[in-house]
């Protein structure tokens, strides 16, 4: 069951149309929000409509989408961020090439896939991993079953959460255990400092970092401003969404794929958040479904309300 923060929601009838997008979305202009400036670029398809508006980088949102048409519901793939090169991205194979670690702590498919990669530059040493869940492992299955399994997948927390790794990540005898984290520019310290406190030797790599995207299509943002429900994996991906809609009542839901998200959600004063208990593609799949059914009643509830008010 998902959870659900309601923040003083307001009565749900989209204050959007498209004759009110048409006049301030015109082709090759530049929209600004608060703190970035978003390149308006122009399209002649129109998308189908769609219930769902999927945000991550562009290619990645292949395995909700299905899983979302096998429940009829179509989506939108209106990307919000886009990953780059971090700083010590270049260092990650020298490190894994020259020396030695006891766990490689992985808190994110896309750290995972960047760590993979220097991984093979690296020659594919003997490495052992520590996934924070199920949807950042699925990452390595390729990697786990080669031959004489160089990579192994030798932990996952209770809860798929980083405070849950660093409470649970095995530490074994009284001598230092080191820890490579490759992680993204944007993540906290939590990690590392809640290791350290427990006594591992931690060296953080920022291997790479998120951006928002700086172009977005007039007619996908009119599409997507309309949809009931918006899915967003990142806080930063929240971030970029609520830059982008700053200049419109926007109030509709967000789905979120864990508690971290549905925190950063509330900070940024959505009112409207359902995230799973525990993150992952599942819980986040149930999440989409609850949003999409409250905003199925709150509809109903309006046109009732309207019905009456004719009679």
């Known amino acids: 069951m998902a959870s659900v923060l309601l923040l003083s929601r307001p009565p749900v009838s989209s204050p959007f149309s498209k004759k009110a997008f048409s006049s301030c979305l ?22 189908a409509e769609a ?13 909700l989408i299905n899983a979302l048409a096998k429940h009829d519901i179509r989506c939108l793939e209106f990307p919000l961020i886009k990953h780059v090169q971090g700083p010590d991205a270049d260092r990650l194979s020298h490190f894994l090439r020259n020396d030695s670690f006891d ?9 995972g896939s960047v760590f993979l990669d220097a991984w093979k530059a690296a ?4 490495v052992q991993v520590g996934v924070v869940g199920q949807g950042t492992a699925s ?10 399994q ?35 520019v944007k993540a906290s310290n939590e990690i590392e400092d809640s290791l350290s406190d427990r006594g591992f030797d931690v060296l953080r790599l920022n291997t790479y970092d998120t951006v928002p ?6 007619q996908e943002l009119e599409q997507a401003l309309l949809v009931p429900v918006v899915a967003v994996a990142s806080p930063s991906a929240l971030r970029a969404w609520v830059n982008l809609v700053s200049s419109f009542k926007w109030d509709n839901s967000v789905a979120c794929i864990g508690e971290t998200t549905a925190a950063a959600a509330k900070r ?5 958040i359902y995230y799973p208990k525990n993150p992952g593609i599942e819980g986040w799949i149930e999440s989409i479904l609850e949003a999409l059914n409250s905003s199925n009643q709150s509809q109903e509830v309006v046109f009732s309300q309207t019905i009456k008010k004719r009679l």
Do not use: M
């Open 123 to 126: 020659g594919n040493p003997r």
């Open 26 to 47: 015109s082709t090759k202009k530049t929209f600004s929000s608060s703190s970035h400036r978003f390149k308006i670029r122009a399209c002649s398809a129109s998308p």
């Open 139 to 148: 990452t390595f299955l390729e990697a786990s079953k080669l031959p004489d």
């Open 268 to 272: 940024l004063g959505l009112t409207n």
């Open 150 to 184: 160089p990579l192994q997948i030798a932990f996952s927390p209770s809860k798929a959460t980083g405070k849950v790794l660093v409470q649970e990540l095995p530490r074994s005898g009284q001598i230092s255990c080191r820890v490579l984290y490759p992680a993204s």
């Open 213 to 218: 995207v700086q172009e977005v299509d007039p």
């Open 51 to 63: 219930r769902v508006v999927v945000t991550r980088e562009r290619g990645k949102n292949t395995k």
């Open 103 to 111: 766990w490689i702590i992985i808190t994110s498919p896309e750290a």
